[in-house]
């Protein structure tokens, strides 16, 4: 752009990469809008599903001993309660994740996209974490199964 008045303030084109809106495509806001849906609905089953498992939990500690035994009462409380607490905790990070990406839509600025890709790294980080754990525990209890059943033959 050429001025010809010496005395006008310097000019200069500027292209508006935001398209006045924020720094995302439209493939990015795409992508978010048809993602929080389905991470809310998972976030919800896990509620439920932890709700369920506290009814459970109080179920077992109430009637227990007559159906378990006094000898598996405790342990079955503790497994419901460590799956209630896990449950609970990942539809927590879920919840989490779905209020990122509405911010993110909301604003449409880059700190926000951020945390958005900070909440979710976190969330696959606890899901492996919580997946290599029960691999862990699967290899220990069948190992610990077949030691018991060889002394018991």
Known sequence: M????????PQS??????????????????????????????????????IFMLLATIGVVAQGEFFFGDNMKWPLVAIYAILTA???????????????????????????????LLTQANFWRLVGILSLAMIV??????????VIFARAF
């Open 2 to 9: 050429t001025n010809n008045n010496i005395f006008a303030a």
């Open 13 to 50: 084109e500027v292209q508006d990469l935001s398209g006045g809106q924020g720094l995302y495509s439209d493939t990015v806001v795409l992508a978010l809008r048809r993602t929080r849906p389905w991470v809310l609905v998972l976030g919800a089953i896990g509620m439920v599903s932890t």
């Open 86 to 116: 896990t449950t609970f905790i990942v539809s927590f990070q879920l919840f989490k994740f779905a209020s990122a990406i509405k911010r993110a839509l909301e604003s449409l600025l880059p700190s926000d996209l951020d945390d958005v």
């Open 137 to 146: 525990l699967s290899i220990v209890l069948t190992v610990a199964t077949v």
